[in-house]
């Protein structure tokens, strides 16, 4: 369950966005100063934090500043004051959006579900990158490379090399990379598979590279053996 930390110090603000942050599943802390707010945050790792500018202790740009020393967590900045400048600051300091008030609840909620998107999304492409001592595999743009020397892998090669290299030292058998690869209304059968084997390691092993290595497993499939 996410958790979000929610630090103003109006409390009656915090209340109604705690109601509906617990309604969109969050796990709530709130804070009612600077101080506390970044106390909160040294100990617990949110997903998401909602910060008051004009707070006491320790006002949120500076609590913003502190953050970002130690953490990319998103934060969203609340303040009465709609100054341009203001904003700017907010932006500038590392805040990832901003808020002025009087707010809709139900706006800085559509608004924390825009970011966490949007970071979801940067995530699913950060795990299309696979790298292994000098191997990398880029899935986004089917790129192989050993030591910075492109490998001209097919699309189902670069697949193949990808679904073991992420799953290093676990065995698939023939079935298992024919259904994940091809399909299972795939009309060939397993040779399918070695002959692909085949021509992988002989555009892989075309470059040096050390710790690993496509093993076979007789009797039952392949692996993506780490070697040292």
């Not at 603000?13 to 970044?38: M, Q, W």
């Not at 192989?144 to 020397?149: F, S, V």
Request: proline residues 3%.
């Amino acid at each position: 369950m996410p958790t979000i930390l929610i630090a103003d110090d109006n409390r009656q603000i915090v209340s109604i966005l705690k109601e509906y942050a617990k309604k969109e599943g969050f796990t709530v802390t709130v804070a009612y100063d600077g101080l506390a707010a970044l106390d909160k945050v040294k100990l617990i790792q949110f997903d998401m934090i909602l910060l008051d500018v004009m707070m006491p202790g320790m006002d949120g740009f500076e609590v913003c500043r502190e953050i970002r020393k130690q953490s990319n967590v998103p934060i969203i900045m609340i303040t009465a004051r709609g100054e341009d400048f203001e904003r700017i600051m907010g932006l500038d300091i590392g805040a990832d959006d901003y808020i002025v008030k009087p707010f809709s609840p139900g706006e800085v909620m559509a608004r924390i579900r825009a970011i966490l998107r949007r970071i979801e999304r940067d995530e699913d492409k950060k795990t299309e990158l696979f790298t292994f001592g000098s191997l990398t595999v880029n899935l986004n743009e089917y790129i192989t490379e050993i030591g910075g020397i492109r490998i001209p892998l097919t699309k189902k090669e670069t697949e193949l090399l990808w679904t073991l290299g992420t799953n290093k030292n676990k065995v698939f058998s023939r079935d298992n990379l024919l259904n994940n690869l091809w399909g299972f209304d795939y009309y060939g059968d397993s040779r399918t598979v070695d002959s692909h084997i085949k021509r992988l390691r002989a555009k892989l092993d075309a470059v040096p590279h050390d710790g690993w290595e496509i093993k076979t497993i007789w009797g039952v499939g392949y692996k993506f053996e780490v070697t040292s």
